[in-house]
């Protein structure tokens, strides 16, 4: 089973920046370039709520308002490799972080709840705090 693997996340102070990665090896026969990734986060007793998304051909699509101007997205595909640039972080950051593949290489301009996402990864912790 194909997943994809999240890093980069840990403790920042507000104020403060984290880049997390999401990858899949090589290895697993999934190239990213035909994927558009999304990102997620769940917060403590919260729902997951979907944060942005980069197509395949780098554009994004931020389904988050409170993260535009401060997170950006960006993917290197010769490794495999999607990235979220987190900058101004706050407390209300803190969640736990996942990125999602969709075969289409595609993002919906708004997010869409049906969109069959076909890989996830486990998620990374980040705590930001004041």
């Known amino acids: 089973q194909v997943q994809f693997e999240e890093s980069g996340g840990g403790l920042a102070q507000s104020g403060g920046s984290l880049k997390l990665s999401c990858g899949v090896p090589?290895?697993?026969?999934?190239?990213?370039?035909?994927?558009?990734v999304g990102w997620f986060r769940q917060a403590p007793e919260k729902e997951r709520e979907p944060v942005l998304c980069?197509?395949?051909?780098?554009?994004?699509?931020y389904y988050l308002e409170s993260v535009k101007g401060r997170f950006t997205a960006s993917r290197d595909n010769a490794k495999n490799t999607a990235y979220m640039h987190m900058n101004g972080l706050n407390p209300e950051d803190t969640a736990v972080y996942s990125c999602?593949?969709?075969?289409?290489?595609?993002?919906?301009?708004?997010?869409?709840?049906?969109?069959?996402?076909?890989?996830w990864g486990q998620g990374t912790q980040v705590t930001v705090s004041s």
């Open positions: 090589r290895a697993t026969g999934l190239v990213l370039d035909f994927y558009s």
């Open positions: 980069i197509s395949n051909r780098d554009e994004t699509s």
């Open positions: 999602a593949g969709l075969f289409t290489g595609d993002c919906s301009s708004e997010y869409d709840e049906g969109a069959p996402w076909d890989y």
